[in-house]
C-alpha cells in the first residue's frame, strides 16, 4: 500500500483563555463541542471541535506563553467559495469582528480577521483564472497586500 494523506484530521489553536476562546470560535464558525482534554492536575485545557460542514476538526489548546509568541502568525486558511466571502464579510460585521475587504490573492480571493490572541484567520476562495493571470506560466507569485487586518 502507498503511503498517502487522506485528508485534514484537525487544525490546532493555541489560546491564552480557553473559555474565551470557546466562547468566540463557537460563535463566529458555528463549532460543535466534540471532547475536552484534562491535564494530569484535573484542569481541562484543551477541547475539539466539529466544524460543520467540513472534514475535519478545530481543536483549542490553553497555553498562554505559545498563544502569545503565536499571535501573528497566519497557520492556516479556510476553504470557502467566492460568494461565501461576502458572505462570511455580512456574518462577521453582524458580530462586530473587524476584517480585511475580499481581495486577489495568488490564486483567487481572500479575506482575514483575527481571533481574540490575535491569531491571522484567513478564509479563501480558489479561482483558476484568477491564479493563472496572478502567478502565470512560471508558477511565481509577487505578494501583494496581505488580507487582514491590524490589531485594534
Known amino acids: ?3 498517502a494523506l487522506t485528508g485534514v484530521h484537525h487544525l490546532k489553536i493555541w489560546v491564552s483563555d480557553l473559555s474565551r476562546s470557546r466562547s468566540w470560535y463557537e460563535r463566529v464558525f458555528g463549532l460543535e463541542h466534540h471532547t475536552s482534554f484534562e491535564d494530569d492536575d484535573g484542569v481541562i485545557r484543551g477541547m475539539a471541535f466539529k466544524v460543520p460542514g467540513a472534514g475535519f476538526q478545530i481543536a483549542l489548546r490553553e497555553n498562554p506563553e505559545l498563544a ?3 499571535s501573528d502568525a497566519d497557520p ?3 476553504e470557502v467559495t467566492r460568494e461565501g466571502l461576502d458572505a462570511w464579510l455580512a456574518h462577521l460585521d453582524d458580530l462586530g469582528i473587524p476584517h480585511s475587504p475580499v481581495i486577489r490573492a495568488s490564486g483567487g480571493y481572500a479575506m482575514g480577521f483575527r481571533d481574540p490572541d490575535g491569531v491571522q484567520l484567513r478564509l479563501y476562495a480558489d479561482d483558476d483564472a484568477v ?4 502567478v502565470g506560466s512560471g508558477g511565481v507569485y509577487r505578494a501583494g497586500p496581505a488580507p487582514v ?3 485594534g
Open 1 to 3: 500500500m502507498k503511503a
Open 68 to 70: 502569545r509568541a503565536l
Open 76 to 78: 492556516f486558511a479556510l
Open 131 to 134: 491564479h493563472a493571470a496572478q
Open 149 to 151: 487586518v491590524e490589531h
